[in-house]
């Protein structure tokens, strides 16, 4: 494998683009790139996608059949009359019908907007709404729970069509009796680049999501990121665990692996430890993709469990959406024999933009280098946008030079809050961080989330790292609470593993170690004990929404709040 500088210096987004197939004159489609030229290759037979039911059964399906699935879908959308532009969107758990619904949208020219199964009528409306959803696909049960209301508020929405049940007392369309009228020959749309392919709304975690919208030339990142981040090889058997509701299911759970052509697993259910390591083992998924809070939800089920599984295949482990404490990368390191990889990125650039390699010597806690192609920056406000600022180790705000194929075209119907991301040619994250002298890159905080207490800037991911590493917490969140003489001081949120209890000496324990680990005016004054964190439906703690509670505020937008409700 090439060294992280060979490849950087070797790169070129012209190269890139040039590993794709193509359509004549300048077009593409992201489904053709991702299937049917692995058919052109002679790779039809070669298994695309593994589905794991949640009642334990499974299915295979190859490259070819996914390919001619998605032409039936193609068609079954021409013959209702949807056309190229059109949005078609799912609310859909994990499961075939999800994959081969978002294929034959791209191969049909229309926009795709994968809804999490699990959002509550409010969001799913709002969503339909802001994207002028023409197409739903779901199952009868999600449709009579979240969406049968709705309808009179959705004018645009002609068609809904249902996967497991025929529909036709209530004017849906029976998906699985369409397509099977329909033919497999399908001839796919040559997009031009810039036309949009994708919505997807981000978060929610710092206020009401927005809707990102793709274009079709976005493949060109998805796939290269995908080989150069997470080291993606056509015999991969490869599992990413986020739900393709989350921009990281579609670009790392459905567009770069099949467009590297590995073999896919998904499963339909829900996190539970035992579930996951057995899957890790018997399907041997050799490169894996997950989260922070499943990782220490692994790590709150304990070392043993993993130990008790051959887990000899996984070759490469990356993870991606909070910031992955050290603590967990060297459990990672001791209990699988190799560390998590942390990438950084959002559902605004499309594709990992930062990231530890598989070449690259792994530092704890840092989110690791620019990809190829990428140029990142600390910046800080100055009097005409922003300026770079170079010396190692200083705060400010995570920047990319704007400019890779992945980077969101908009928002939806909300220009001005897009032409504010951008600075002096610069892309501004939102995210603060650092860089060392060796280049990589250090997550500090969300803008929102940053701590500034007696003249200290305090970020709560060093916070909230230094407490992981006591034997007793299993989830933390930093927050800071205004103060009269020190402008703000820290509080923290500990949730605690299994066989510990909330007493007054852990609590005083807590409170001395980030001492003896952070001095004084950086560790938290205040330590409170929750049994959960409040979380995103992605996986992210929501500090606003502690901040909110603790204070008394409105808790405003909870639409991605996960909850016990289904
Ligand atoms: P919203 O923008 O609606 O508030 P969100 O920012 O959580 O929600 P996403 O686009 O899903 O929505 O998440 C991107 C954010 O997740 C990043 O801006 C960053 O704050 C966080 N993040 C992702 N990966 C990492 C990582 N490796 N380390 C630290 N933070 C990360
Ligand atoms: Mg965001």
Redesign the pocket.
């Known amino acids: 494998m090439p060294s992280y500088d060979e490849e950087v210096s070797g790169f070129s987004w012209d190269a890139a683009r040039a590993l794709l197939d193509w359509f004549p004159d300048g077009k593409l489609n992201i489904a053709y790139e991702a299937i049917d030229r692995h058919l052109q290759k002679g790779d039809g037979d070669r298994i695309a996608l593994r589905w794991l039911s949640k009642n334990g059964s499974r299915k295979d399906f190859t490259y070819r059949d996914l390919s001619l699935q998605s032409n039936r879908f193609a068609n079954l959308l021409r013959s209702l009359g949807i056309e190229k532009g059109d949005r078609v969107y799912s609310l859909l758990g994990r499961v075939p019908e999800l994959y081969i619904a978002a294929l034959g949208s791209l191969k049909a020219g229309c926009v795709f907007c994968p809804m999490f199964s699990a959002f509550g009528p409010e969001p799913i409306r709002s969503r339909m709404e802001i994207g002028g959803a023409n197409v739903l696909i779901t199952t009868k049960r999600l449709y009579k729970r979240k969406v049968s209301a709705l309808r009179k508020d959705l004018p645009e929405l002609k068609e809904i069509l249902i996967i497991d049940d025929d529909g036709s007392d209530e004017g849906l369309r029976d998906f699985a009796a369409l397509m099977a009228a329909e033919t497999e020959d399908f001839k796919t749309e040559a997009m031009a680049p810039e036309e949009t392919a994708l919505l997807h709304f981000?978060?929610?975690?710092?206020?009401k999501?927005?809707g990102a919208m793709h274009v079709h030339e976005a493949v060109v990142a998805h796939h290269i990121t995908g080989r150069l981040a997470l080291d993606l090889r056509s015999d991969d058997i490869y599992w990413c665990t986020a739900d393709p509701g989350?921009?990281t299911g579609t670009s790392y759970g459905i567009i770069a692996p099949f467009t590297n052509g590995v073999t896919m697993v998904i499963d339909e259910a829900e996190f539970d430890a035992n579930r996951w390591y057995q899957i890790l083992a018997e399907e041997k998924i050799t490169v894996w993709y997950t989260a922070p809070t499943a990782i220490r939800m692994l790590m709150k089920a304990g070392s043993e469990l993993a130990k008790s599984h051959d887990l000899s295949h996984l070759r490469f482990m990356a993870?991606?959406?909070?910031?992955?404490n050290p603590e967990a990368v060297i459990w990672s390191a001791d209990t699988f024999g190799i560390p998590f990889h942390?990438?950084?990125?959002?559902?605004?650039t499309g594709g990992i933009m930062i990231a530890n390699y598989a070449s690259m010597g792994v530092k704890p806690g840092s989110?690791g280098k620019p990809l190829p192609g990428i140029s990142a920056a600390i910046v800080e406000k100055s009097d005409n946008g922003v300026r770079e600022i170079t010396k190692p180790l200083a705060i400010g705000e995570l920047a990319l030079k704007t400019g890779w194929p992945s980077m969101m075209r908009g928002y939806l119907h909300e220009e001005e809050r897009y032409q504010k991301c951008f600075a002096n040619g610069w892309y501004l994250?939102?995210?603060l961080a650092m860089r060392d002298s060796d280049g990589y890159f250090w997550?500090v905080g969300?803008n929102d989330d940053v701590i500034k207490s007696a003249g200290h800037l305090i970020g709560p991911?060093e916070v909230e790292s230094a407490l992981m590493e006591h034997e007793a917490a299993a989830e933390v969140a930093v927050i800071g609470i205004a103060d009269e003489t020190a402008g703000e001081i820290v509080k923290a949120f500990v949730a605690l593993k299994l066989g510990h209890k909330p007493t007054e000496d852990l609590r005083l324990d807590l409170v001395g170690h980030a001492r003896k680990r952070l001095g004084p005016a950086v560790a938290p004054k205040d330590i409170a004990f929750r049994e959960n964190l409040p979380k995103?439906r992605?996986g992210?703690i929501m500090r606003r929404l502690l901040k909110a509670r603790e204070l008394g505020l409105p808790e405003g937008d909870i639409s991605t709040l996960e909850s016990d409700e289904q």
Request: hydrophobic residues 25%; charged residues 20%; aromatic residues 16%.
């Open positions: 981000t978060s929610g975690t710092t206020g999501p927005k989350w921009i993870s991606v959406g909070e910031p992955l942390d990438n950084w990125w959002q559902t605004e989110m994250s939102g995210d997550f969300r991911f995103t992605s992210k």
